[in-house]
């Protein structure tokens, strides 16, 4: 307010100044030119500040506007001792017995590390966004908990080229025995374990397998992790099958805490001081998915080149492709969103040529 109104009296002096110069201009013609002259420049150069004031003013007022807009998108997150616990816990619609200490401990401890670690945090948050809507339809579909997903982020922090130090692998992290298994090929060439969508219906498959045996979904995630030979030995040595009191290799004990806790801050992040816009969450997963028998391989850079895309990005949709050219065999590939029937068009003109020569 006090800039408009100095801007507002640098105006008004103006104003009187050219009146009086058109007063004595009217009033006393006999002086000489240079007089007006000069009046003339003085009044030039007044309009001339003026107009440059008034652009640095408006400038300056964009300034403001933008520094308040990020100043309310800051926020500052309090210590760790403000965040709580919830009074009752549930995964996969069992309850966790917080009422043992030794159990809320546990829980606790995972609690704040993972509140701690803010980055990591931010980026489940980031990339919940981009793989749980697959997720979530697969397991509604199958009729199984929505809470297994939450399963993939104790796994692999949703990271899809995500290697263990013990070799297993992908998003839902599978050693190659149980890979082979549920389905996915492993060789040279070819590891579908880092195929999302092949590692995710094995992995759904294999927890209902487990918990069609065990008949308790802790168990069955307990089991995922250290395996069910381990599940069964321990269960039978001592006498229980409470996840909760079985004594279990140390990050098996961690683990069933680990994906509670991911449930508990994913599900409400910003009541534990995790603020994310909408522009700044990862692209949902969006891609095409075909089907193809291959009598020979084909090379990926042509059919990048064929569907105007980059042999990069047809590389990083494909992650259980190890080779320059998909090799020969029937294969599911990954290709983006609108490209498909490019595709096939390239494809089938492939397949002619062959037959040609």
């Not at 210590?79 to 996969?92: A, M």
């Not at 796994?155 to 130090?165: G, N, T, Y």
Request: glycine share 4%; aromatic share 12%; net charge neutral.
């Amino acid at each position: 307010m006090k800039m408009e109104r100095f801007v507002g009296s640098i105006l008004l002096i103006g104003l009187l100044l050219i009146g009086c110069a058109t007063d004595r201009s009217a009033n006393r013609r006999p002086e000489k030119m240079i007089v007006q002259v000069e009046s003339r420049e003085k009044s030039d150069t007044l309009e001339e500040r003026l107009k440059a004031l008034d652009q640095s003013i408006s400038i300056l007022r964009s300034e403001v506007a933008d520094l308040e807009n990020r100043l309310r998108n800051i926020h500052a997150r309090p210590p760790l001792t403000t965040y709580k616990l919830p009074q009752e816990v549930y995964l996969c619609e069992e309850r966790v017995p917080l009422e043992d200490r030794n159990v809320w401990e546990n829980l606790d401890r995972e609690f704040l590390l993972a509140l701690a670690n803010e980055a990591q945090v931010l980026l489940w948050m980031k990339r919940a966004k981009r793989y749980f809507p697959y997720i979530e339809k697969r397991v509604k579909e199958t009729g199984l908990p929505d809470d297994l997903k939450y399963l993939a982020i104790t796994e692999s922090s949703l990271r899809p080229f995500a290697i263990s130090p013990t070799g297993a692998s992908g998003i839902w992290q599978f050693i190659p025995s149980t890979g082979e298994k549920y389905g996915m090929r492993r060789n040279r060439t070819i590891d579908e374990r880092f195929d999302f969508f092949k590692a995710t219906e094995g992995a759904l498959a294999y927890l209902k397998s487990l918990y069609e045996e065990f008949k308790s979904w802790t168990l069955a995630m307990a089991a995922y992790n250290a395996g069910e030979n381990r599940v069964r030995k321990e269960i039978e040595l001592q006498k229980t099958k409470n996840y909760f009191y079985l004594d279990l290799p140390m990050e098996t004990e961690r683990y069933i805490y680990k994906i509670a806790v991911a449930k508990i801050i994913l599900s409400d992040p910003e009541r534990f001081g995790f603020h994310l816009e909408v522009k700044e969450f990862y692209d949902p997963l969006q891609v095409e998915r075909v089907q193809i028998e291959l009598t020979q391989p084909l090379p990926i850079a042509d059919i990048a080149r064929a569907i105007g895309s980059y042999y990069k990005e047809i590389r990083e949709m494909n992650l259980h492709l190890f080779e320059e050219t998909i090799p020969a065999g029937v294969h599911f590939l990954n290709l983006p969103a609108g490209t498909s029937d490019r595709f096939w068009t390239f494809f089938n003109t492939w397949k002619k040529g062959l037959e040609y020569k």
